[in-house]
């Protein structure tokens, strides 16, 4: 596997499901990013790891709440969904060492396309 | 109040031709701008930037131009191939802050 990958692609769940997302990347970089892309819409930054470390949430619902176990690893747990947050959710990971990381390059995954009924 | 506009939600240009995409931004902080590229069931891939200090940054067949007066940037690509056919992202940040999106323009180049 090369770059960054996600799982599941597709998720249909309802309001009550718990799920996570996963995302893993093989670029040997310390930060990670997921983004909410609704039709529409533009990419919404959710969260923002560093070094492991949460740097960034950007106002996001108690019902997404993120995990990163490893700078090479983030997983985004869902519970008890709107269907307002269907979207595609993509994650991203860059090198991630400077002040001005979050300016660096950031590569993208597939993302996972989730509809909520 | 979305901070980084691309009003064009689709573009169609022949094959051979220039594809010029647009992004327009409010926020007069903003130094550092990027430019990616999406094809479907597939995450953004970065294809071009610039910072403000600079008014044009140039890679192969993609320019990219900013005109900070009008707060404007334009992406270039010239010829265009029917490969470049796909949504393109700007994005742009101030200082460390993080990326601000546009909503994107889908380029459809034919034959």
């Known amino acids: 596997e090369t770059g960054v990958t996600q799982t599941p692609r597709h998720l249909v769940m309802g309001m009550t499901n718990k799920k996570s997302l996963k995302c893993e990347q093989h670029?040997?970089?310390?930060?990670m990013y997921w983004y909410k892309q609704s039709a529409k819409k533009p990419l919404e930054l959710m969260f923002v790891?560093?070094?492991?470390?949460?740097?960034e949430n950007n106002s996001v619902p108690s019902r997404f709440s993120p995990e990163c176990p490893n700078s090479s690893h983030l997983f985004l747990h869902l519970h008890t969904l709107q269907p307002e947050d269907s979207a595609l959710y993509l994650c991203?990971?860059?090198?991630?060492?400077?002040?001005?990381?979050?300016?660096?390059?950031?590569?993208f995954g597939p993302g996972t396309r989730l509809t909520v009924l | 109040d979305q901070q980084v506009k691309q009003n064009s939600p689709s573009l169609s240009v022949q094959e051979g031709r220039i594809s010029i995409l647009n992004c327009d931004y409010t926020?007069?902080?903003?130094?550092?701008f990027l430019w990616y590229k999406k094809y479907p069931a597939e995450g953004p891939t970065f294809l071009i930037s610039?910072?403000?200090?600079?008014d044009k940054n140039e890679d192969g067949r993609f320019t990219v131009f900013l005109n900070k007066s009008a707060k404007h940037l334009s992406l270039h690509i010239v010829p265009s191939q029917p490969g470049d056919s796909a949504v393109y992202f700007c994005?742009?940040?101030?200082?460390?802050?993080?990326?601000?999106f546009g909503t994107g323009t889908r380029l459809q180049v034919f034959p």
């Open positions: 991203a990971s860059s090198q991630g060492l400077a002040e001005t990381f979050v300016t660096d390059t950031q590569y």
């Open positions: 670029l040997g970089h310390n930060a």
């Open positions: 790891y560093n070094f492991k470390e949460q740097t």
């Open positions: 926020n007069s902080m903003f130094d550092y």
């Open positions: 610039i910072s403000s200090i600079k």
């Open positions: 994005a742009a940040s101030a200082d460390t802050d993080k990326l601000i």
